[in-house]
């Protein structure tokens, strides 16, 4: 029998926010690192040796994986949609956008697989709560899309939706994601990864030729290594204890901290600054969440009353 989830502790919130700052980080290793490593290239690199690194640890532990092909199909069926489509637009997207705001439209992710879930699932329907909560992100972001997006239309917006693409993709994969529910997360991930890294492999070779390209420099090459050890496979890791010990929804709180924690480090490290509507949408899209969760007006409610 699953063992019964346990109220977060101290020490679950300090893992909540290393996970919020290894999630942050990987936008700014992005950002470094598609200045020399192409994005197909990037994302066989960082799903390759991240699956190689989890594989290990699952070895170790004495995980099973499966046998079956038809669970191998809908595990490369995940990882196109939860790795190697997603991460290929967001890369290609951040050659041309911020780190701090492409995390802000990845931050949509959580209220698109509402959407999806509604029209996909038979049992997680739509509710009034829900409804207002994706409302009030959906407008956050296209206020944080803007309406220069429209009358501007060039590469930069290309690239933004390009990310909300990204985050729709996220959206579907945890919706397809829901049959592996029984199985160790570790070995989803494993499968996803993999899978996703052969996926992705014959894009990289026919379209970056790698065997053509300079070795990347110190920072090219240190923002890779930092996108896979710290960012994809340590992340996952701390994913993993989280959704064990508190369950999913306390898991998920991370989705509040990255798009916050990327705009600090995009700003502290890389110079960036977000315009104004920029940072009316993000205000937007966390009152999304805050609505769909629940727990912060519950809060409100009782120091009210």
């Not at 930092?226 to 306390?250: D, E, P, W």
């Not at 315009?275 to 805050?290: D, E, K, R, S, Y």
Request: overall charge positive; aromatic content about 8%.
């Amino acid at each position: 029998m699953r063992p019964a989830l346990r109220p977060m502790t101290l020490g679950d919130w300090l893992l909540l926010g290393l996970l919020g700052v290894l999630w942050s980080g990987s936008y700014i290793f992005v950002a470094i690192a598609v200045r020399e490593v192409p994005p197909f290239t990037l994302v066989f690199v960082r799903v390759s040796l991240a699956a190689l690194l989890l594989w290990l640890m699952a070895v170790a532990s004495g995980a099973a994986f499966p046998q079956q092909a038809k669970t191998w199909a809908a595990l490369a069926l995940g990882g196109v949609l939860n790795c190697a489509l997603p991460f290929v637009l967001l890369f290609w997207g951040q050659q041309h956008l911020p780190a701090s705001l492409a995390a802000i439209l990845i931050s949509t992710g959580p209220l698109l697989t509402i959407v999806c879930a509604h029209f996909l699932t038979p049992d997680e329907r739509m509710t009034a709560q829900k409804l207002i909560g994706v409302s009030l992100g959906l407008v956050g972001a296209a206020v944080l899309v803007g309406v220069d997006a429209l009358s501007d239309f060039g590469v930069q917006s290309l690239a933004e939706l390009g990310v909300l693409g990204a985050a729709l993709c996220y959206a579907l994969a945890a919706v397809v994601s829901r049959q592996f529910a029984g199985q160790p997360p570790i070995v989803t991930a494993v499968g996803q990864l993999a899978t996703s890294g052969l996926a992705i492999l014959p894009a990289a070779l026919i379209v970056d030729r790698p065997w053509q390209m300079p070795w990347p420099g110190a920072a090219g090459f240190g923002a890779t290594v930092g996108l896979t050890l710290f960012s994809t496979a340590l992340a996952y890791i701390v994913f993993f204890r989280l959704l064990r010990n508190v369950g999913a929804g306390n898991a998920m709180l991370v989705s509040f901290l990255t798009p916050v924690g990327a705009s600090i480090l995009g700003t502290a490290l890389l110079g960036e600054h977000l315009a104004p509507h920029n940072l009316a949408g993000m205000v937007l899209i966390f009152a999304g969440f805050a609505v769909i969760d629940g727990r912060l007006l519950s809060a409100a409610r009782r120091i009210a009353a």
